[in-house]
């Protein structure tokens, strides 16, 4: 699926634990953010809990195809009382009804295990609670319409269940970014078709940082589709949000410099070369965020001794004489 039920959760801390809004958590008018996948295989979603550390520092990030969604004031008549529409284009909108106290999905279009779905709500699926923090839980009764539109139009009624929950909080480490304030909210839904002769069940892990963005930094869609028309397939869709690596930063960020890094993966030193005669400094970290060397560029150039580091994946920013991000990458050191 491509976007379902945007379990859009976000950020509020108090007393140091995420906590879910309306104001922090619902998309408005307005708002924009943009996805890309990732095609490594393996990935799980780990344990939840308090305290929990999702590591995907090995995952691979892919550059495209880049998927932007906006959201809009819903004018849909189809997916009433809906007042907000989440778009990422063609076959790719949701609507929810947002309000002080939930968020509610009135349906749109969904992908499940290569079949394209469209779904339209008579009871809508509740897909947050608000205030919601860890171990907030909603099971709601759904029902309304369903159309397949691909591998060949049918249509009929449907009746499911969708289950959320808020499941973890602790640290989302990636390739390029430590996020320290996560929650995670997983979103189960089964949506039966019996006229169709259709089963789909839908779970979603979304990664939020609240101290980020609205939308969710990882998600981790898992679709299965029983039909009688093509028996049973699964599929798992990756998805990251795009420039992750600078959202939230503390640091305002300038456009990217032209950077060699090399040897890459290296053992005992490592070259870093640029042009810029802005860029000043290079400072390395590892998967947990904590600075590990700090090397001054000069002329443009700087070498790092790796000799204390352990093997593995590390790092990057360089950085301008105001700590402004010019260049972030990784590099590896194999030992």
Same mark, same amino acid.
């Given at each position: 699926?491509?976007?379902?039920?945007?379990?859009?959760?976000?950020?509020?801390?108090?007393?140091?634990?995420?906590?879910?809004?309306?104001?922090?958590?619902?998309?408005?008018?307005?708002?924009?953010? $943009?996805?890309?996948?990732?095609?490594?295989? *393996?990935?799980?979603?780990? !344990?939840? @809990? =308090?305290?929990?550390?999702?590591? %995907? #520092?090995?995952?691979?990030?892919?550059?495209?195809?880049?998927?932007?969604?906006?959201?809009?004031?819903?004018?849909?008549?189809?997916?009433?009382?809906?007042?907000?529409?989440?778009?990422?284009?063609?076959?790719?909108?949701?609507?929810?009804?947002? $309000?002080?106290?939930?968020?509610?999905?009135? *349906?749109?279009?969904?992908? !499940?295990? @290569? =079949?394209?779905?469209?779904?339209? %709500? #008579?009871?809508?699926?509740?897909?947050?609670?608000?205030?919601?923090?860890?171990?907030?839980?909603?099971?709601?009764?759904?029902?309304?319409?369903?159309?397949?539109?691909?591998?060949?139009?049918?249509?009929?009624?449907?009746?499911?269940?969708?289950?959320?929950?808020?499941?973890?909080?602790?640290?989302?480490?990636?390739?390029?970014?430590?996020?320290?304030?996560?929650?995670?909210?997983?979103?189960?839904?089964?949506?039966?078709?019996?006229?169709?002769?259709?089963?789909?069940?839908?779970?979603?892990?979304?990664?939020?940082?609240?101290?980020?963005?609205?939308?969710?930094?990882?998600?981790?869609?898992?679709?299965?589709?029983?039909?009688?028309?093509?028996?049973?397939?699964?599929?798992?869709?990756?998805?990251?949000?795009?420039?992750?690596?600078?959202?939230?930063?503390?640091?305002?960020?300038?456009?990217?410099?032209?950077?060699?890094?090399?040897?890459?993966?290296?053992?005992?030193?490592?070259?870093?070369?640029?042009?810029?005669?802005?860029?000043?400094?290079?400072?390395?970290?590892?998967?947990?965020?904590?600075?590990?060397?700090?090397?001054?560029?000069?002329?443009?150039?700087?070498?790092?001794?790796?000799?204390?580091?352990?093997?593995?994946?590390?790092?990057?920013?360089?950085?301008?004489?105001?700590?402004?991000?010019?260049?972030?990458?990784?590099?590896?050191?194999?030992?």
């Amino acid at each position: 699926m491509k976007k379902t039920l945007l379990s859009l959760s976000i950020l509020f801390s108090v007393a140091a634990s995420a906590q879910l809004t309306q104001a922090n958590h619902a998309f408005a008018a307005g708002d924009k953010y $943009s996805t890309v996948p990732s095609n490594t295989t *393996g990935i799980v979603p780990g !344990a939840g @809990g =308090a305290g929990a550390t999702w590591n %995907y #520092s090995t995952m691979t990030v892919n550059a495209s195809p880049i998927v932007s969604y906006t959201a809009a004031t819903s004018s849909n008549a189809a997916y009433n009382p809906a007042n907000i529409a989440v778009s990422g284009g063609a076959n790719n909108t949701s609507y929810y009804l947002s $309000s002080a106290s939930d968020l509610k999905y009135y *349906g749109g279009d969904i992908t !499940a295990a @290569g =079949a394209v779905v469209n779904v339209k %709500y #008579s009871n809508p699926a509740i897909v947050a609670l608000y205030p919601m923090g860890l171990n907030t839980t909603t099971t709601s009764i759904t029902s309304g319409t369903a159309a397949v539109t691909t591998p060949f139009p049918i249509s009929g009624a449907f009746s499911g269940t969708c289950h959320v929950i808020a499941d973890g909080t602790g640290t989302l480490i990636l390739p390029l970014k430590t996020f320290t304030n996560t929650i995670r909210v997983v979103t189960s839904q089964t949506i039966i078709a019996a006229s169709l002769s259709t089963t789909v069940n839908l779970v979603v892990y979304d990664y939020y940082s609240t101290d980020a963005s609205k939308a969710p930094i990882l998600t981790i869609n898992t679709s299965t589709l029983n039909s009688s028309f093509g028996g049973q397939s699964e599929q798992t869709a990756i998805t990251v949000q795009k420039d992750y690596e600078v959202v939230g930063i503390n640091e305002s960020t300038k456009a990217s410099i032209q950077l060699s890094v090399f040897p890459n993966p290296a053992s005992s030193v490592i070259n870093f070369s640029t042009e810029s005669m802005e860029a000043v400094k290079v400072i390395a970290y590892d998967v947990t965020g904590k600075v590990v060397a700090t090397e001054a560029l000069e002329m443009g150039k700087a070498k790092m001794n790796l000799n204390n580091l352990s093997a593995g994946a590390y790092m990057y920013h360089v950085t301008d004489k105001n700590n402004q991000v010019l260049k972030a990458g990784k590099f590896n050191v194999a030992k």
